[in-house]
């Protein structure tokens, strides 16, 4: 079972690569991610020089990846499946969890193997750090590579 599990994360983990690779050239000018977080960050502050209730959202909303679809949600919900299947019956929840992480991750967490035990800690679920080291590998190879 584990086998397949890591062969589908595998597997969409490259769909993903593949799709990455054209997303980062579309939204940049530039080579890299650097310029796509910088691209991220300018469209986040928009929002924030607008009004005052844009601008609760824009700080809720600062550093969050976007919300992946097709391809990039599957990966995102192999990444956290392949930890322990029971987190992925609220696939939303999920993947809620999972850009929150990110944000810790780019944010410079002080212990980011901690805090993604805690955060995918739910429903019944309590995981490990040595877990949560899977789910922030995993997550820096989907939704948000380091930069």
């Given at each position: 079972?584990?086998?397949?599990?890591?062969?589908?994360?595998?597997?969409?983990?490259?769909?993903v690569?593949?799709?990455?690779?054209?997303?980062?050239?579309?939204?940049?000018?530039?080579?890299?991610?650097?310029?796509?977080?910088?691209?991220?960050?300018?469209?986040?502050?928009?929002p924030?020089?607008?009004?005052?209730?844009?601008?609760?959202?824009?700080?809720?909303?600062?550093?969050?990846?976007?919300?992946?679809?097709?391809?990039?949600?599957?990966?995102?919900?192999?990444?956290?499946?392949?930890v322990?299947?029971?987190l992925?019956?609220?696939?939303?929840?999920?993947?809620?969890?999972?850009?929150?992480?990110?944000?810790?991750?780019?944010?410079?967490?002080?212990?980011?193997?901690?805090?993604?035990?805690?955060?995918?800690?739910?429903?019944?679920?309590?995981?490990?750090?040595?877990?949560?080291?899977?789910?922030?590998?995993?997550?820096?190879?989907?939704?948000?590579?380091?930069s």
């Open positions: 079972m584990r086998i397949r599990a890591t062969t589908a994360a595998i597997a969409a983990l490259l769909a690569a593949v799709v990455g690779c054209g997303n980062d050239k579309d939204s940049d000018t530039g080579t890299g991610t650097s310029t796509s977080t910088s691209t991220s960050t300018v469209k986040s502050a928009a924030k020089a607008s009004s005052t209730a844009e601008e609760s959202v824009g700080a809720e909303n600062a550093g969050l990846p976007p919300e992946p679809t097709g391809t990039g949600r599957d990966a995102v919900l192999a990444v956290v499946r392949d322990n299947g029971n992925t019956h609220d696939e939303d929840k999920a993947v809620d969890a999972a850009r929150n992480q990110c944000a810790a991750l780019n944010g410079g967490a002080a212990n980011p193997d901690h805090s993604a035990a805690q955060r995918f800690s739910y429903d019944g679920v309590t995981l490990t750090d040595d877990d949560g080291s899977h789910i922030n590998f995993g997550l820096r190879r989907t939704l948000c590579p380091a």
